[in-house]
C-alpha cells in the first residue's frame, strides 16, 4: 500500500529553573531549543520505524499516540535534539507524532488536544512527571508553570491526581544561552523516581523540593527585569541542590564547573544524571569552548523556537534514536 505522508515537527526545550520540583507542583522556567524532531507517518501495511519492522508494544510514546488508530504505520522519525540527554527528545517527539497522526486523520484538534496527547505519551512511557516538556514542545517561545498569578496569559491548566500545573506563556528574554551535553544518556523516568523515593524518606529531600521552588519565583522575576546576575546566581544555587537530590554527576559538575567562569551562572538542566547542563553567558563562545575543552558537547541555542508545527515535506535527516522496551 502506497498513501500519502502527512509531517510535523516539535522543538526540544531546556529549563532554565524548576526540573524536578515542578513534578511535585511547584514552579518552573522554560524555553523552546532552535532543535527540532521532525516525524511522518503514513498509513501502512505493517508498523515500520525509519524503514524498519516495528513491535509497537515495545516503544511506549508510538503504543500511546497510536491507541486509537485502528491500521498500522510507516514512522519516520529524525532529529536535532540528543535523546536522553534533557532536552525534551520524547515530548517533542510526541507533540510531532500527535499531530502527524492528526492530520493522517484529518481532524482538527486544538494546542492543548496535543499537550494532553503529550503528556499523555510521556507519562505512559515514565510513569510519572509533569506536563512542562510536553507544554514547552507544543507551544514554543517560553512558558512558566505554577508562577503565582503576575499578569502573564494562562495557556492551560492540567490537573493529575493531585497537583495542577497552570501554563503561562512568558516573553522570551534577550540573553544568551549555551547548552553542554555530556554525551551520557539518562532517561527521565529513573531520575523522577529516585527524587520520588528520597521525598518520601527525608523531610530534607522535600525542604529542598520547596527551596528550589521558591527561587524559582524569585529566578522568574530576574528573568522579567533582565538581570542576568541574579539569575545566573539562582541557577548556580539550582545546580546545588539538584545536586544534593542526587540527580548531577561529575560529569555535568564539570561541564558547569568549565563554563562558570565565562557565566552568570550554569547548572544541569532536564532530569540530570548524565545529558545536559545549561549555562547563561554573554561569551557564548568561550562557554562553548570551555565546555568543548572538559569532553562536552557545545550547542549554541537560539531560545524562544515555534511550537510544533505541519511540515510540508517528508521527515529527513538524522534518524532518530528512539527508546525501545
Ligand atoms: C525533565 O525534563 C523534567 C523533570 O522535571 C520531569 C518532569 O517534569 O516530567 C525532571
Known amino acids: 500500500m502506497t498513501s500519502e505522508w502527512y509531517s510535523a ?37 505493517c508498523n515500520t520505524i525509519n524503514g524498519l519492522p516495528l513491535d509497537i508494544e515495545k516503544q511506549p510514546h508510538l503504543r500511546y499516540l497510536t491507541r486509537n488508530t485502528e491500521y498500522p504505520l510507516d514512522v519516520i522519525t529524525t532529529s536535532d535534539v540528543p535523546s536522553g540527554s534533557g532536552m ?45 516538556d510536553a507544554s514547552a514542545c507544543v507551544h514554543g517561545g517560553g512558558i512558566a508553570v505554577n508562577i503565582p498569578d503576575d499578569g502573564c496569559r494562562e495557556l492551560w491548566s492540567i490537573t493529575r491526581g493531585d497537583r495542577t500545573w ?12 549555551v547548552i553542554g551535553n555530556t554525551g551520557i544518556r539518562a532517561p527521565t523516568g529513573p531520575q523522577v523516581d529516585k527524587v520520588r523515593r528520597f521525598s518520601k524518606k527525608t523531610t530534607f529531600a522535600r525542604e529542598i523540593i520547596d527551596e528550589i521552588g ?15 546576575d541574579i539569575l545566573g546566581r539562582i ?17 555535568l559538575n564539570k561541564l558547569v564547573n568549565a563554563a562558570l567562569p ?23 563562545e568561550k562557554v562553548a569552548d570551555a565546555i568543548s575543552s572538559r569532553g562536552g558537547t557545545p550547542y549554541i541555542i537560539k531560545s524562544g523556537s515555534e511550537g510544533v508545527r ?9 534518524a532518530l534514536d528512539i527508546p525501545m522496551r
Request: negative net charge.
Open 9 to 45: 515537527s516539535a522543538p526540544g526545550k531546556f529549563v532554565i529553573l524548576g526540573e524536578h520540583s515542578v513534578v511535585y507542583g511547584k514552579p518552573a522556567i522554560v524555553l523552546a531549543a532552535d532543535r527540532r524532531i521532525s516525524c511522518s507517518v503514513r498509513r501502512s501495511d
Open 88 to 132: 525534551g527528545s520524547s515530548a517533542a517527539l510526541s507533540a510531532a507524532m500527535a499531530l502527524a497522526i492528526q492530520l493522517e486523520k484529518g481532524c482538527t484538534k486544538t494546542e492543548k488536544d496535543f499537550v494532553d496527547e503529550a503528556y499523555g505519551a510521556e507519562f505512559f512511557a515514565q510513569g510519572g512527571g509533569s506536563p512542562m
Open 214 to 228: 521558591d527561587i524559582t519565583i524569585e529566578g522568574y522575576h530576574a528573568l522579567k527585569r533582565g538581570d542576568k
Open 235 to 251: 541557577m548556580t544555587r539550582d545546580h546545588k541542590l539538584l545536586s544534593i537530590l542526587g540527580v548531577s554527576c561529575k560529569e
Open 262 to 284: 565565562y557565566s552568570y551562572g550554569a547548572k544541569l538542566t532536564g532530569s540530570g544524571g548524565g545529558g545536559c547542563m545549561v549555562a547563561l553567558t554573554d561569551n557564548p
Open 166 to 177: 497552570r501554563i503561562t506563556d512568558i516573553p522570551v528574554p534577550d540573553m544568551s544561552f
Open 310 to 318: 505541519i511540515e510540508n515535506e517528508p521527515a529527513s535527516g538524522n
